[in-house]
């Protein structure tokens, strides 16, 4: 992605049973970093990123998952990180627009309508994105 920031970055986690959106985005909503990985690795995945990224906090949905995700999280990472629950309603929907703002459709996909378009991969990352900016502007409101 982009060279690692010298600004603190905000870690976005979209947690799952199966797997989970990682994302980071400074301030400026620069983004650094987007993927998905198995939920079994999500854990090492962060702590490796807190390593590479001066991470100032993880924002993660307040959905389905959430709480044993955040309990998780706070008895498994090594340095306590700060929590931030935001909404996550509609996030999947949204982040289908978004994967093609993206990633536009190439070949014949591109004359299909954007809701009859299969998309290639998982985009639970994208959602990740998506709870960033949802918290970032919330900051601003």
Partial sequence: MVNPPSQPVILGFDPGR??????????DRNLFYHEVVMAEQAIAT???LRQQFP?????MGDQTTAKAWKQRL??????????ILVDERYSTL????RYWQMFPPKGLQRLLPRGVR??????????AIL??????ERLTE
């Fill in 18 to 27: 199966q797997k989970c959106g990682l994302a980071i985005m400074g301030l």
């Fill in 46 to 48: 962060i702590q490796t």
């Fill in 55 to 59: 991470i100032s906090l993880l924002v």
């Fill in 74 to 83: 706070t008895d498994q990472l090594p340095d306590p990180l700060r929590i």
């Fill in 94 to 97: 949204e982040a289908r627009d």
């Fill in 118 to 127: 299969t998309l290639p991969r998982p985009i639970d990352d994208i959602v």
């Fill in 131 to 136: 709870l960033i900016e949802r918290y970032l």
